[in-house]
């Protein structure tokens, strides 16, 4: 039985700044490729505290509107612009008076995928390596992708492989679903990392690291082996290290064109997101980078 398709599609955050483009012009070309519709949300944060505390002008709520609309309508253009002139695109578009995270957890229970940029000028965009974009990963319904501004380091975007980061945790095991499918989309290799430890190889005298590596080897081929089964177009190159998962991850992203890990996990990469490894990862990985959400 075929599952049914969310009502928002790809769901885009925006705020007009350069991250919020490419974040737009990634879920553009997601969306075509998935042949889902793309829904561009702009958030107005009506209630921004300041301090010393004063009051706005009469003439603040009608000013925010505008922006918002102006970002919104920006963002439709840059979308369709950002797909071949031979492909169709369905775009809406929502301007929600409220605060960022509750509204983007409520959208993301009806969206396929959330995209936001690294960073930018508005309340969604500015805190998206802080508060704001912690929350969305952790609470959001779907998975979550974030964007940089700059796709220029990716060396070869056509062809680059996807790389995944697993760790045999049933997040994970949604992290390789979405590899899986966005490799298969891409005509792409997937590479398949798995970091055992997060402990230096200096600090662990007398294991047997001969024997580890082949019991995460085999772990990790028969993690595999049903996927490969479904995807057979899909060429997978399987790595397992006994290393920090964040360097890991960090050091491959430089030749991949995506990231996917998991949310939480019992280890590795998905395990340590949203902990110690999370600044590491969102703030050193510069390509795009998708982390699996349960629904």
Same mark, same amino acid.
């Given at each position: 039985m075929s599952v049914p398709l969310k009502q928002h599609g790809i769901v885009v955050g925006v705020d007009g700044s350069p991250a919020s483009g490419a974040a737009v012009c990634w879920a553009a070309r997601e969306a075509v490729m998935r042949n889902l519709p793309l829904t561009v949300v702009n958030v107005?944060?009506?209630?921004?505290?300041?301090?010393?505390?004063?009051?706005?002008?009469?003439?603040?709520?009608v000013w925010q509107e505008d922006e918002g609309r102006k970002i919104v309508a920006n963002a439709v253009k840059l979308a369709k612009e950002a797909i071949p002139a031979d492909r169709k695109l $369905? @775009?809406?578009?929502?301007?929600?008076?409220?605060?960022?995270?509750?509204?983007? %957890? +409520?959208?993301?229970?009806?969206?396929e995928m959330v995209v936001v940029g690294s960073s930018g000028r508005g309340a969604l965009a500015r805190g998206l390596l802080g508060s704001v974009s912690s929350s969305l990963v952790r609470r959001a319904s779907c998975p979550v992708a974030v964007i940089h501004d700059d796709d220029s380091v990716i060396p070869d975007p056509q062809h680059?492989?996807?790389?995944?980061?697993?760790?045999?945790?049933?997040?994970?095991?949604?992290?390789?679903?979405?590899?899986?499918?966005?490799?298969?989309?891409? $005509? @792409?290799e997937l590479?398949?990392?798995?970091?055992?430890?997060?402990?230096?190889? %200096? +600090?662990?005298?007398?294991l047997d690291f001969s024997a580890v590596?082949?019991?995460?080897?085999?772990?990790?081929?028969e993690r595999l082996a049903g996927?490969?089964?479904?995807?057979?177009?899909?060429?997978?190159?399987?790595?397992?290290?006994?290393d920090r998962p964040a360097r890991q991850l960090v050091e491959r992203s430089a030749s991949a064109q995506l990231v996917v890990v998991g949310s939480h996990g019992r280890g590795g990469f998905?395990?340590?997101?949203?902990?110690?490894?999370?600044?590491a990862v969102l703030h050193s990985v510069r390509v795009p980078l998708i982390v699996a959400r349960p629904s």
């Open positions: 107005v944060n009506a209630d921004v505290a300041t301090w010393p505390p004063m009051p706005y002008p009469e003439t603040w709520g $369905g @775009v809406k578009s929502e301007l929600v008076f409220s605060t960022p995270v509750p509204t983007m %957890v +409520e959208i993301s229970s009806e969206a680059a492989p996807v790389l995944l980061g697993i760790d045999g945790s049933p997040v994970s095991e949604l992290a390789t679903a979405v590899a899986f499918d966005e490799a298969s989309r891409r $005509g @792409v590479i398949a990392l798995h970091a055992w430890s997060d402990i230096e190889v %200096v +600090e662990l005298p007398g590596q082949e019991e995460a080897e085999l772990s990790l081929a996927w490969r089964e479904r995807y057979p177009d899909v060429p997978v190159r399987r790595i397992a290290v006994c998905s395990g340590m997101l949203l902990g110690s490894v999370s600044n």
